[in-house]
């Protein structure tokens, strides 16, 4: 016995030091490809970066095609929208890596510095902390945990921020708004840094993303209203360091927060107007805004109603939940055409959506009919652990059976 331990104790030695080498090993092998937020606080970004690009390119989408998908004005019924369920597909097949809340301690360094690298910037005060997890700061769920996380979600980096500790305590778990029961992200900064613009697209990213749909609004939710939202977005534009940072996170990740590269899909989601000449990084909203046309119908009585909107287009609705949709554009004309069928009246949103600046040289329009019949389920299949952490266990399970083996087989020859 006394030899069988002399043997396995140096054995099991070897194990856990090879383990610890391959985690050390493809850690530093993650580290190395991640990229440093190149970006600055309020400053204007106007165009994507080469990174954005390549990865629509990649995802084989972009605005052209999102922009065609319908909204909803109910935010009720946002989550059963087209365009939703498209946003939410990208953003969730695209994230190959699911970070750990541990892992985040060295993150920040690229995440959250500015200007490629150096001190860490506190979330709501920009103050310097850092450049490395020392226990000086925390790390704030911009979406707390007690509404609705549980899970992969409450671990994303893309809406875990690096804040002091007072800043950490002072907002505590309360919702995002103007009103006097609402957290204002300003206030920490006294006014230098606006985040009222970034704070609603992270939200946005973990509603879209994470399926979060149930706690959203509100005091219970994260945001105010949609009113709220929509506002801070128009009048808090992304700025380089959100952009940096979405470069940051991808490299991690693998995935974008949609609604920093293209904040114009964020008003086409809930049917608002996208604002005349409105700032982004894709430059897609500078063409004069666009309208979104949505049309719902809640009884199956027999009516007609004709309305127009901007580009030319009539929408007319008949009988029984059958809806025609004609859009003429200058320099050309597409028409779609959905029929709804007697049962399907009253439950149905039809929506019509048409990309900003479209109409001159040609007009494309899409309608797009949805019909709800039970709640989506938004149960995500992402992995519990990634390739690398399956490799470093699979390899110290080796080292392990290999151990055992030349054990037996000294074990039999003494015996011999």
């Not at 390549?54 to 065609?68: F, K, R, V």
């Not at 693998?254 to 590269?261: I, K, L, M």
Request: hydrophobic share 30%; charged share 20%.
């Amino acid at each position: 016995m006394k030899k069988f331990v002399k043997v396995l104790a140096p054995l099991l030695m070897i194990a856990v030091l090879c383990t610890t080498l391959l985690s050390g090993l493809s850690f530093s092998a993650s580290a190395a490809s991640y990229v440093y937020n190149w970006g600055e606080r309020e400053e204007l970004a106007t165009s994507l970066s080469q990174m954005a690009i390549d990865w629509y390119e990649d995802e084989g989408t972009g605005y052209d095609e999102l922009s065609q998908l319908s909204g909803s004005s109910s935010t009720s019924s946002v989550p059963s929208s087209k365009l939703y369920k498209e946003l939410q597909s990208l953003m969730r097949g695209a994230h190959s890596y699911i970070t750990s809340y541990s892992a985040t301690k060295s993150m920040y360094q690229y995440t959250d510095c500015e200007n490629g690298g150096g001190k860490i910037s506190s979330f709501y005060s920009g103050k310097a902390v850092g450049p490395t997890w020392d226990g000086s700061f925390n790390r704030e769920h911009t979406w707390p945990n007690s509404k609705g996380l549980g899970g992969n979600d409450e671990n994303d980096i893309m809406m875990l921020r690096p804040t002091s500790y007072s800043e950490n305590s002072s907002r505590g778990n309360t919702a995002y708004g103007e009103g006097s029961s609402y957290y204002h992200p300003n206030e920490e900064s006294g006014g230098k840094h606006d985040l009222r613009g970034d704070v609603a697209r992270i939200c946005l990213y973990v509603y879209c993303r994470w399926g979060n749909t149930g706690n959203m609004w509100g005091q219970s939710g994260v945001m105010e209203s949609k009113d709220v939202l929509i506002q801070w977005m128009e009048e808090d534009p992304v700025d380089t360091w959100e952009l940096g940072r979405n470069d940051s996170v991808q490299s991690i990740t693998g995935t974008r927060n949609v609604f920093v590269d293209y904040p114009e899909l964020a008003f086409l989601l809930f049917a608002e107007d996208i604002p005349v000449n409105y700032q982004s990084p894709s430059g897609e909203g500078a063409n004069g805004g666009g309208t979104p046309i949505v049309t719902t119908t809640t009884t199956t009585t027999s009516t007609t109603s004709t309305t127009k909107g901007q580009g030319g287009t009539t929408t007319t609705t008949k009988g029984q939940g059958d809806t025609t949709t004609t859009t003429k554009g200058q320099g050309g004309a597409t028409t779609t055409t959905e029929q709804l069928s007697q049962e399907d009246a009253g439950n149905t949103t039809a929506g019509t959506q048409f990309r900003p600046g479209m109409a001159m040289g040609g007009t494309s329009s899409t309608t797009a009919t949805t019909t709800t019949t039970a709640a989506e389920s938004n149960a995500d299949p992402d992995p519990l652990l990634d390739t690398t952490q399956w490799l470093i266990i699979v390899g110290a399970a080796v080292v392990i059976i290999g151990a055992v083996i030349v054990i037996v087989l000294v074990t039999r020859k003494k015996e011999e």
